[in-house]
């Protein structure tokens, strides 16, 4: 992490520390406005860091619960308010052509984390639908039907969750057929027993996949551009003659 980055985590977490919200959601935003840093490294090197500090802290016991809640909800407004940087990100990257629907199972309320991930997403090309916390499994079955998603990411914080979003995965893949359906959150890195590895979402290769993918398409379009400009060049070696004609005609 850079000196600017550290330094930039350290304001916010101390402005929370003070539960001064305001300081902490202008400090974040403004970071990314004046471009001191993009939003990949704001989510990496300072919301996450400083979310799963307030979460150790209060598993401490040195934090109450409602000092965790303000500073969710300040991360909260910090990663709405810097979404158009999300989208401009996205404009500038090649489309995937891909959809994926994002939704926290029955019962699970942790959504920050997935709604970061909806961000990586959108910067790197795919339509993002982000459903949230808690959604009724029917909803997301239905919701996935409507948009004619080619995906469905479901995340999950907390371990006792696992058994059900087991029947959930498999229920979604028998209502779903062709549809990729991946999991992942922090509740994988505690237990993984029972999932394969195809289903638990390695995001950084999907994504990065996607990037070698986008960039062999634009270079095929510049060997594509190369290869007409040639053309065109060609042409041109042959046109005097046609231009000189053109030229006595006028
Ligand atoms: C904020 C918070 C809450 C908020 C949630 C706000 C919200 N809408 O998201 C509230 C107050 C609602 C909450 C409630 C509870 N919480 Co809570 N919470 C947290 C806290 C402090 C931060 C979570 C967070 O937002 N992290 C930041 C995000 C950005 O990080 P992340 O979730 O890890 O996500 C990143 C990656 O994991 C990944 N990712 C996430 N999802 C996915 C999905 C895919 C497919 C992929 C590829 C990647 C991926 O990408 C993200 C970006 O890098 C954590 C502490 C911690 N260590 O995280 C506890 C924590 C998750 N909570 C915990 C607990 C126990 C609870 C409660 C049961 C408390 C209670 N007794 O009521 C309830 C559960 C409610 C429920 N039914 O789900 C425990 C879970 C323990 C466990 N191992 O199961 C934790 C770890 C706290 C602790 N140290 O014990 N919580």
Do not use: N
């Not at 959604?135 to 079955?141: A, G, K, L, M």
């Not at 995965?169 to 027993?193: I, K, N």
């Amino acid at each position: 992490m850079g000196e600017d980055t550290e330094g930039l985590r350290r304001q916010v977490a101390a402005a929370l520390k003070e539960h001064d919200r305001a300081t902490a959601v202008r400090t974040a935003v403004e970071a990314v406005s004046s471009g001191a840093i993009d939003v990949p490294a704001l989510y990496r090197e300072v919301l996450v860091p400083l979310l799963h500090e307030t979460g150790d802290a209060w598993r401490a016991g040195a934090t109450t619960v409602w000092e965790e809640h303000l500073a969710s909800q300040a991360v909260r407004s910090i990663v709405e308010l810097v979404y158009p940087a999300v989208l401009r990100s996205k404009a500038a990257s090649p489309p995937t052509g891909r959809s994926v629907l994002l939704a926290c199972p029955p019962e699970e309320a942790h959504d920050l984390g997935l709604r970061l991930v909806a961000d990586r997403f959108d910067m790197a090309g795919w339509t993002t639908y982000f459903l949230g916390a808690d959604t009724p499994f029917d909803e997301i079955v239905d919701a996935a039907r409507a948009l004619g998603v080619d995906a469905v990411v479901l995340s999950s914080s907390t371990h006792f969750h696992l058994v059900a979003l087991r029947r959930h995965v498999d229920r979604l893949r028998a209502e779903l057929p062709g549809v990729d359906v991946w999991v992942g959150g922090p509740a994988f890195a505690v237990a993984r027993s029972g999932w394969r590895d195809d289903e638990v979402l390695d995001l950084d290769a999907l994504l990065s996949d996607a990037d070698a993918a986008a960039a062999a398409a634009r270079e095929d379009s510049v060997d594509v551009a190369h290869a007409a400009d040639e053309a065109e060049a060609a042409d041109a070696a042959d046109a005097p003659h046609e231009a000189g004609s053109e030229e006595q005609k006028a």
